[in-house]
């Protein structure tokens, strides 16, 4: 619809508010879940006198690594990941459970 200049046009002509969702995959529970994400406030996002368009674009996106994200921590803190990771790695050590003696 929004790819259709006389849809377009019938949008700005009613100055309606539309709300499309992209990228969901043909899945009508992500599409419902990104409405219902949108919704509070969105009354306070319209521009009054004009058509409103919102377009709705939460994609998959892959993980990323934790250090990456350290990485970027450490750039605001004006520090090293390195630095950041030697003053709080945790110790992961599992402690092993000894076979009672019998």
Do not use: C
Not at 40 to 48: C, E, F, H
Not at 57 to 66: D, F, L, Y
Not at 76 to 100: F, M, Q, Y
């Amino acid at each position: 619809m929004l790819g259709i200049p006389h849809e377009i046009a019938a949008i700005i002509a009613t100055k309606a508010v539309v709300v499309a969702t992209v990228e969901m995959g043909h899945d009508p529970n992500r599409a419902a879940g990104a409405l219902l994400l949108e919704l509070p406030g969105l009354p306070d996002r319209l521009r009054a006198g004009h058509a409103n368009v919102f377009w709705l674009n939460h994609q998959r996106k892959r993980s990323e690594t934790g250090w990456s994200h350290l990485e970027r921590l450490a750039e605001k803190l004006g520090t090293s990941a390195n630095e950041i990771w030697d003053a709080n790695r945790p110790d992961v050590t599992t402690p092993r459970l000894e076979r009672a003696a019998s």
